[in-house]
């Protein structure tokens, strides 16, 4: 499988990166590289393997459902580009 | 005063407790290094040195009250992806602009518990993608190698360069550092210095930047085996704030040093013999060979025959984790933020900013194998590609074999700017990176030079959890190679 131009655009976009004309041009031949790279695995037998989804066997640990931290939103959101009152302030959503 | 920069953790720790010289001592001629080395190399993007001497004097009340602790005075760097409570944390990425975290990672919190000394923030490729630090926000950092009679820079490998140069360059006594298709083993080879990718789950993730998070795993790189097995020591965890950190007794890692490998079974994979790789790779492999033989163990041919496999679907499951772990940077809660007319433009804006061009590739590729139709055709195929790389190991764990030996890299280290081609840079981590896909452990131990005087690792790979044993045979490569130092230190002014 490849990607054509509009596709680079439209991945851009769910990613959230603005992207020129010239930069999804040069990145269309770039990810069609990668892409092609990875078509090797179309050379594996993969019938009735079961996907990977942990590399260590083990049960998910659980923990009781209870606050165990927090009490310090001023140090949350001390690290925003722009905060007001301990909360992050964006763009206007909402019309 | 220099010269304590020439010890290995082992012997500083050995001398601070007999007296020759004070943690304090031992931590001014590591920051007199680094003012004198760092123009140079590049390799700490910021420098703790207030932080290194109140620490190091805390320790030396913990060494005069005789309450010394395992790390207590030995100066480290820290790879820049660790939280470091109020000290520059960012991956090496413009999107972390001026992010100094309020918390701790655990790592680097059970390094300190343990006494260690932070000297500064390493250099590494932005959010630890590449294989060759040629894409930090910060610059290149330089190897310290340089070929025999020349002056050409080449690169310390990747993702962890700055932990690699810096070690090699005696900048610190050790550095944290992390791995996640190779990137402490890599530039462990590139540099002459040992680096221990740690089975998946034996650290705790808490506090360490994500990029792949089902292979991600932090570990050390040091000078010898020894001081790797000291390191992971105080590092490995269990930890509540890590779900996927395993609850398993650390062992004495140390206590494997110099213990026999008599009887010991050690597989030679086939399929790590590839075409275009230089004849000096395959002699420095034989010659891991005779010396592992030569000290009593069996040598035994195996197959892993899904190894050609690995870098592939390593190529679609690391970029979807990134994909989604990078989502986070926003310019919202931390960072960078660039302005635009709504709040989808100011994302935009911002990540198209903030990111690098290789992760801006990764996060694509990532975005689009995941997309609605494709996760099918990428995302599960690779998952269940994986499933089989992870049997072929354990076939061979089954078959009695205690460990693995292979070449680290293909070749040693290049010039910056020399590999431009994505999948070319890729293939540095042909080698390494079945053992992520696995989960297994790894180590990297400097084993011989190439006809231009540069270093060249061997790689073991080992059970899970069974770090130990890779600690055991690597110090008799160790032992039977010798150590590898850079022949002049150019790069002190």
């Known amino acids: 499988m490849s990607v054509d131009l509009n596709t680079v655009k439209r991945v851009a976009g769910l990613a959230r990166i603005k992207v020129s004309q010239e930069q999804a041009e040069t990145m269309t031949g770039e990810l069609n590289v990668i892409l092609g790279f990875v078509e090797q695995l179309d050379e594996v037998n993969i019938d009735g393997v079961e996907p990977m989804t942990s590399v260590v066997e083990q049960f998910m640990k659980k923990r009781i459902d209870d606050q165990s931290d927090g009490g310090y939103a001023d140090k949350i959101v001390s690290n925003a580009p722009v905060h007001e009152d301990n909360f992050f302030t964006v763009p206007k959503v909402v019309e | 005063m220099t010269d304590l920069t020439k010890l290995t953790i082992a012997e500083a720790r050995d001398k601070l407790a007999a007296r020759e010289f004070t943690a304090s001592e031992l931590t001014e001629s590591y920051l007199g290094a680094i003012e004198a080395g760092n123009e140079a190399l590049n390799a700490y993007v910021a420098v703790t040195g207030d932080i290194a001497r109140e620490q190091a004097k805390a320790s030396d009340a913990k060494i005069a009250a005789g309450e010394a602790r395992p790390l207590e005075g030995i100066p480290l760097g820290i790879k820049d992806l660790y939280a470091t409570k109020g000290v520059h944390t960012q991956a090496c990425s413009h999107i972390l602009d001026g992010f100094k975290p309020e918390y701790e990672s655990t790592v680097t919190q059970n390094l300190f518990d343990d006494g260690a000394v932070m000297l500064g923030k390493l250099n590494m490729d932005e959010f630890a993608m590449g294989s060759s630090n040629e894409t930090s926000f910060y610059g290149n950092v330089v190897n310290p190698w340089r070929r025999n009679g020349s002056d050409t820079a080449l690169v310390p490998g990747g993702s962890s360069g700055g932990s690699a140069s810096a070690v090699a360059a005696h900048l610190c006594a050790a550095a944290t550092a992390s791995d996640t298709g190779g990137s402490i083993r890599q530039p462990a080879a590139l540099t002459g210095t040992v680096g221990t990718k740690p089975t998946y789950g034996r650290c705790s993730r808490w506090g360490m ?285």
């Open chain 2, 209 to 493: 930047v994500a990029f792949a998070s089902s292979l991600d795993q932090a570990g050390p790189i040091g000078r010898t085996v020894r001081d790797n097995a000291i390191l992971l020591k105080s590092m490995a965890s269990v930890d509540a704030k890590d779900t996927t950190s395993v609850d398993a007794p650390v062992p004495d890692y140390e206590s494997f040093i110099g213990k026999s490998i008599k009887g010991m079974k050690i597989g030679i994979p086939r399929e790590y013999r590839m075409d275009g790789t230089p004849a000096v790779i395959e002699e420095l492999w034989q010659q891991g060979i005779a010396w592992l033989k030569d000290a009593g163990a069996e040598i035994v041919e195996i197959s892993l025959p899904h190894t050609k496999y690995a870098l592939p679907a390593y190529y679609i499951v690391a970029p979807a984790e990134a994909s989604s772990n990078l989502a986070r940077y926003d310019g919202v809660r931390y960072g960078l933020r660039v302005p635009g007319n709504d709040i989808v433009e100011m994302y935009e804006n911002t990540r198209a900013a903030g990111f690098g061009d290789e992760v801006k590739r990764r996060v694509m590729i990532g975005t689009y194998v995941l997309s609605a139709g494709y996760y099918d055709a990428y995302y599960l195929k690779a998952q269940k590609v994986r499933t089989l790389i992870k049997r072929d190991f354990d076939t061979v764990w089954a078959d009695g074999i205690d460990a693995i030996l292979t070449p680290t890299t293909p070749d040693a280290a290049f010039a910056p700017g020399e590999i431009t081609d994505p999948v070319t840079m890729y293939l540095n981590d042909v080698f390494t990176v079945t053992a992520n896909m696995a989960g297994v452990p790894g180590i990297s131990i400097p084993a011989g030079v190439n006809k231009d005087g540069l270093p060249l690792g061997l790689q073991l790979i080992g059970k899970p959890f069974d770090e130990g044993t890779l600690f055991q045979l690597g110090d008799v490569i160790e032992q039977a190679a010798g150590r590898f130092e850079p022949s002049t230190n150019w790069w002190s002014k």
